[in-house]
């Protein structure tokens, strides 16, 4: 069984800037996998990144990196540059076999 | 197909009427998901189908849910009498391989279900 939590309901950043989404986690499986999706008003659930908890090396996609601290159960993502394209609802989500997800964090981005 | 398709994108219905939902996930996935999103809520999952393996239907909230797999490929989501408490975005996913192991979920656009 897992349980993600998602502390900030809403975000708010200048485009360019940086801003960083957290989530906690707990889970009783040893091998797992934690995700950030992101879901514009399109609903469409898009993958932004994903890191194995067994590696150590914190995942980046351009300007998208996390934060994975495994002892603490941390897996926060970092936005850098932030742009308008990035305003959406943004999901943490942790799992092996099914994911389970948190309540999301509404992104706004300030022109 | 291109990407994971559901259908109907929105689907309106009355109090105690059934309702199917139907997604068709990318050709050659073997995991298949449902999750259902309620308004300013997380994804909260459904049942999942693996392969040629029973299904885990460990999330279905009541026996008025139910969903099966024809062929391996589509998948049909089925809530019988449905109640307002139902109304929510249902969301379908598809993975290359089983869960979060390496595979990625692919999601569908999901069908708002609106039950009056």
């Known amino acids: 069984a897992q349980t993600v939590t998602q502390s900030q309901p809403e975000m708010s950043v200048q485009e360019a800037e940086t801003v960083t989404l957290s989530c906690t986690y707990d889970t009783s499986e040893s091998d797992y996998y934690l995700f950030w999706y992101k879901q514009p008003p399109s609903r469409q659930m898009i993958l932004v990144i994903r890191?194995?908890?067994?590696?150590?090396q914190n995942a980046t996609e351009n300007r998208f990196s996390v934060n994975f601290q495994k002892a603490a159960k941390s897996f926060s993502l970092k936005i850098s540059d932030s742009q308008l394209g990035d305003a959406a609802m943004y999901f943490c989500a942790c799992g092996a076999d099914g994911l389970t997800f948190g309540k999301g964090t509404h992104l706004i981005i300030q022109p | 197909g291109a990407g994971v398709s559901q259908s109907p994108s929105n689907k309106v219905t009355e109090k105690g009427k059934d309702v199917e939902l139907r997604c068709d996930p990318i050709?050659?996935?073997?995991?298949l998901y449902w999750y259902r999103q309620s308004l300013g809520q997380g994804l909260e999952f459904l049942i999942y189908f693996q392969g040629n393996s029973a299904p885990d239907k460990s999330g279905l909230p009541s026996d008025r849910f139910s969903a099966e797999r024809t062929g391996g490929s589509v998948s049909t989501l089925t809530i019988q009498r449905t109640q307002q408490e139902d109304s929510a975005v249902y969301l379908c996913?598809?993975?290359?391989?089983?869960?979060?192991?390496?595979?990625?979920?692919?999601f569908g656009s999901g069908t708002q279900l609106s039950v009056l």
């Open positions: 050709s050659g996935h073997t995991a």
């Open positions: 890191q194995e908890a067994y590696k150590q």
């Open positions: 996913a598809s993975s290359l391989r089983g869960g979060g192991l390496g595979g990625k979920l692919f």
